[in-house]
């Protein structure tokens, strides 16, 4: 998934909703973003999303 293709996605949610990610064994609220830019030639630039690590 894109960052345009996941903004659309969220863009269709109410503006209010937390959001969680899986993380294996159960459900984390996504705390933040860490961003690559390349991972050498040919490859793309990554979003990473970051879960919380209070729950």
Known sequence: MTVAELLEELAKLPK????????????????????????????????ILLPSMDE
């Open 16 to 47: 209010d909703a937390v959001v969680l990610m899986d993380n294996g064994g159960g459900l984390s609220l996504v705390a933040g973003v860490d961003f690559v830019a390349d991972q050498g030639p040919g490859a793309p630039a990554e979003v």
